[in-house]
């Protein structure tokens, strides 16, 4: 996937989007303008008369770019290969005002899977947020499952938002200190 910030974008087809930061579902209008201002994770944060919105990595097309390629596990994929691909994918969400993975910034409090008899898997995620009234938190949770039943064998994920013990910057990566200068 490109990512250019401020690249110019035109809307090609009526697509949703999700107004930050307030997290409302709204319908970006085909022929409207603007700029692509991050583009992480397989999703895309675009600003559009004067506002920003989230546009969903399946609606890429909708911005000219490309939807993300379709997860795969090899035939003889072990319990640690899937969990692993699960991690993975988790660190794809991004909150579309900070340009660091949920992972990273410490939001994901624990993340474990279940195998059924059938080889179907469960993923049941703990969560919050870096600050309890965040207007995203419906969308980073939606996100997150998305993100994880895209992962094969994966059939369910529960994605519970918790916020004790609340979040403060220490549950950050290194990386992602380092990143925002929150040392």
Not at 36 to 41: F, P, S, V
Not at 105 to 132: F, H, N, Q, W
Request: aromatic letters at 6%.
């Amino acid at each position: 996937m490109r990512q250019s910030q401020n690249e110019p974008i035109v809307v090609t087809r009526d697509v949703r989007a999700v107004l930050v930061p307030a997290g409302i579902e709204v319908k970006l209008r085909t022929g409207s303008v603007g700029y692509l201002t991050q583009a992480l994770g397989g999703s895309f944060t675009v600003y559009v008369e004067g506002n920003l919105f989230r546009v969903a990595g399946a609606d890429a097309d909708a911005i000219g770019h490309e939807p993300p390629a379709k997860l795969e596990l090899p035939p003889d994929a072990t319990d640690s290969d899937v969990e692993q691909l699960v991690w993975d994918q988790l660190k794809t969400c991004y909150d579309p005002e900070i340009p660091i993975n949920v992972v990273d910034l410490g939001l994901i409090y624990s993340c474990e899977l279940g195998k059924a008899d059938d080889g179907s898997r469960t993923a049941t995620v703990k969560m919050t947020l870096t600050a309890p009234g965040c207007g995203m938190g419906e969308t980073l949770v939606a996100d997150v499952r998305e993100k994880i039943l895209m992962v094969p064998t994966v059939t369910a994920a529960d994605v519970e938002l918790v916020f004790d013990p609340p979040w403060t910057r220490e549950h950050m990566s290194e990386a992602a200190r380092l990143q925002t200068g929150m040392y």
